[in-house]
């Protein structure tokens, strides 16, 4: 069973950095795209960008284009998402997502950015 | 950059009703690369349809996609309760962002 169980819910204040995961199992990892999916509460869909673990290649949004890392370590089968310094409009859920049309989700990782 | 826009924003409907969602490109979209999710309150969105018309794995054949170049279109044939939820339409065409619609959303009347 293909499933992405990402890590749980955070609390951070303005200005620190974060990093959730992501682990994909049920599935070759390295064959699949996995992305990254944006809802701030109450509001539609994001697309952030996309990572290939089997070779690195990432794309990102213009709209999160050095705004956030995307990263993969396909030893453990898991993609991140990454801060450097945190603001409040961050605040959100964030998605994984696999493949192009993305046919499995994450159950999502709340963040809360917050002094 | 493709902007997907979704009308109408909210569709209020009955139950047996059927429903018609629409999603307009700003420019032409291989039907390759047009899917199409349902969320509901407190979950994950899941994948309905792609390539415009292929039905995801375990969605039911009530749910239907059609369409070409800017328009699309979803429709459920005949509405169950648990249908009621938001529907977003998605492009993967050429290169990123792989844009989302705003979403419609799909309350009962």
């Known amino acids: 069973e293909v499933q992405l169980v990402q890590s749980g819910a955070e609390v951070k204040k303005p200005g620190e950095s974060l990093k959730i995961s992501c682990k994909g199992s049920g599935y070759k990892f390295t064959n699949y795209w996995i992305g990254w999916v944006r809802q701030m509460p109450g509001k539609g869909l994001e697309w952030m960008g996309i990572?290939?673990?089997?070779?690195?290649?990432?794309k990102y949004s213009p709209s999160f284009q050095g705004q956030v890392t995307i990263s993969s370590d396909k030893s453990i089968n898991t993609a991140y998402l990454q801060w450097s310094s945190l603001k409040a409009s961050d605040t959100a859920m964030y998605y994984c997502?696999?493949?192009?049309?993305?046919?499995?989700w994450g159950q999502g990782t709340l963040v809360t950015v917050s002094s | 950059e493709i902007v997907l826009t979704q009308s109408p924003g909210t569709l209020s409907l009955s139950p047996g009703e059927r429903a018609t969602l629409s999603c307009r490109a700003s420019?032409?979209?291989?039907?390759?690369?047009l899917a199409w999710y349902q969320q509901k309150p407190g979950q994950a969105p899941r994948l309905l349809i792609y390539g415009a018309s292929n039905r995801a794995t375990g969605i039911p054949d009530r749910f239907s996609g059609s369409g070409s170049g800017t328009d699309f279109t979803l429709t459920i044939s005949r509405l169950e309760p648990e249908d009621f939820a938001v529907y977003y339409c998605q492009q993967c065409d050429t290169s990123p962002p792989y844009t989302f619609g705003q979403g419609t959303k799909l309350e009962i009347k």
């Open positions: 990572i290939y673990p089997g070779g690195s290649d990432t």
């Open positions: 420019q032409s979209v291989s039907t390759t690369y």
């Open positions: 997502v696999r493949s192009i049309p993305h046919d499995y």
